[in-house]
């Protein structure tokens, strides 16, 4: 799904790149959107070619390490599909590796370009709630049975939610406001048959400020996604990023159009400017996820700093170590 939904199509997209290799164990079907491609059936074969610079590593979580630092030891730049890794101490061996190769190294924290996001970065920065106290993220879905046929609900290290859709959300907060004092999580298993965590809820906390990450596969109703409080007012957005069902649709991020959502989906601002009461829609920012490919280009070409930086994503797997060790222990754990 990564490579077919986001990975192929942006890198497609953009001018700077060529979509060269596909590696597939056993079927073709990548050919059948990308007649050029050259499908290979073994990591050697991507290895092996000379003329790949850039290796994108969308395995199952457990793989990360091993084929990114196979693809560096080849003298490659990599991407890595969240999550970075299992574990910090895998993400620091590969973020040593790089520097030693002197190959970029980033990871696809896609969701830094969702136009919502971008919004509440905005908000923030132009203060427009004040002095932030509470800001809660969701990443619901409803999905009461148990997928089939997937490595993703089979029990193992680097399986559930937390590592799947928690390493995005996270990665907002860090990017927000940087490392918390203490973390209290609760991480558990709420389907039944279940076999991996889905369900989650985190407490950051920071100096006057508390953030709030939650994730279920048991929300048929949503609420809003986003929810930030301050002392002169507070911002609330409801809906999704539409940049994904878009590249589902196969639709094409060069379009005009690209990444708006309707008025309908616009956040809602209610707060005080000087002595003014202000209330009313916010137009959201239009996300851009090929913006993560625009900044890959640069940091290769023409050595501009990464915008997803290894050491960022590093703490974002700290995190989620942490969280599992707050849960495990039912208290909030230090940072």
């Not at 050595?303 to 050491?311: Q, S």
């Amino acid at each position: 799904m990564s490579g077919e939904v986001f990975h192929g199509p942006l890198l497609n997209a953009h001018p700077g790149f060529t979509l060269s290799t596909v590696l597939q164990r056993s079927s073709s079907q990548a050919k059948e959107r990308y007649p050029a491609v050259n499908i290979v059936r073994t990591l050697n074969d991507v290895l092996n070619d000379k003329s790949i610079e850039l290796v994108v590593v969308n395995t199952p979580n457990d793989t990360h390490e091993p084929y990114a630092t196979q693809a560096l030891e080849a003298g490659k730049h990599v991407i890595v599909e969240k999550p970075f890794t299992i574990t910090s101490a895998e993400a620091n061996r590969l973020m040593a590796l790089a520097t030693k190769t002197g190959k970029t190294l980033t990871v696809f924290q896609s969701r830094r370009w969702d136009g919502d996001f971008l919004t509440v970065k905005q908000v923030l920065e132009n203060k427009l709630v004040g002095t932030p106290v509470e800001f809660e993220l969701h990443y619901d879905r409803f999905r009461n049975y148990i997928e089939a046929n997937t490595w993703k609900e089979e029990p193992g290290a680097g399986k559930g939610i937390l590592y799947n859709l928690g390493s995005h959300m996270l990665d907002q907060v860090l990017v927000l406001f940087g490392m918390p004092k203490e973390v209290d999580a609760r991480v558990g298993i709420q389907r039944p048959g279940g076999k991996v965590d889905d369900y989650y809820d985190i407490r950051l906390h920071y100096e006057g400020l508390q953030a709030i990450v939650k994730s279920s596969y048991l929300v048929r109703e949503q609420g809003p996604r986003y929810s930030l409080h301050g002392v002169d007012g507070s911002y609330i957005k409801y809906g999704i990023d539409p940049q994904e069902q878009a590249l589902k649709e196969g639709k094409s991020p060069k379009s005009t159009s690209w990444g708006y959502e309707g008025k309908e989906w616009w956040g809602k601002l209610n707060t005080k400017v000087g002595t003014l009461h202000v209330e009313g829609q916010v137009e959201t920012i239009a996300g851009n996820y090929l913006g993560f490919y625009e900044n890959v280009y640069g940091a290769i070409r023409e050595g501009k700093p990464l915008a997803v930086k290894p050491e960022e994503s590093c703490d974002v797997i700290r995190l989620i170590e942490a969280c599992y060790e707050s849960s495990r222990l039912r208290k909030a754990v230090a940072l």
